[in-house]
Each structure stands twice: as structure tokens, then as C-alpha cells.
């Protein structure tokens, strides 16, 4: 991704256990368009998106800190996305054929 301007792109730490594996989360301060454009570069689809943020796994934290996201803790990404509006309320998201546990 070409961009010339400061990212604000965030990732918290990879803490939330899912699948076996450890998620964080992606966002963005700024827009959701730089989110979306960070994302694709980082080979996440559109529909993965999840209201404010995409989850993604340790490796893809990885490089997205490689591509230059800011590490902060949960709590400072939440704050961040509020004092920029793009906080949206928490909600689960369930793919077709998932049950809650």
C-alpha cells in the first residue's frame, strides 16, 4: 500500500484464543477505507471485517506490524476508535451453519 501520510492502522497484542490459535485486532483511527486498503494488502477479505475491526491471527499480526501498524494495548485501541467515531457497538458475529456455545 502506497501511502504517504502517517498510518494509523493499530493491533493489539494476540491474546483471544480461538480455533486453536491466538487473535488480535486490526483497525484503523483514521477511516475504514485505510482500514480496508491495509487489510487487502495484508490478504484479508472484505466480508472478514467485523463492524470496526478484522480479527486476524499471530502471523498476520506479524506482518502487519512489518507494514508499519502501531502496537498498543486493547484498551488504547478501544479508546482510539471512540475518540475517532469508529467505534461500533460490540455484536457477535456468527457464520451460517454456526451455533452459540
Do not use: C, K
Not at 490478504?43 to 506479524?62: A, I, M, S
Amino acid at each position: 500500500m502506497t501511502n504517504l501520510s502517517p498510518m494509523a492502522i493499530l493491533v493489539d497484542a494476540a491474546i483471544w484464543p480461538h480455533r486453536g490459535r491466538r487473535w488480535a485486532h486490526l483497525v484503523s483511527d483514521a477511516s475504514l477505507n485505510e482500514l480496508h486498503g491495509f487489510a487487502a494488502d495484508l490478504g484479508l477479505r472484505r466480508e472478514w471485517f467485523q463492524g470496526d475491526h478484522y480479527d486476524v491471527p499471530t502471523e498476520v499480526r506479524d506482518r502487519a506490524i512489518l507494514q508499519g501498524a502501531e502496537v498498543v494495548s486493547s484498551g488504547q485501541l478501544v479508546r482510539r476508535l471512540r475518540a475517532a467515531g469508529l467505534r461500533q457497538r460490540t455484536r457477535v458475529i456468527r457464520l451460517p451453519g454456526e451455533r452459540a456455545s
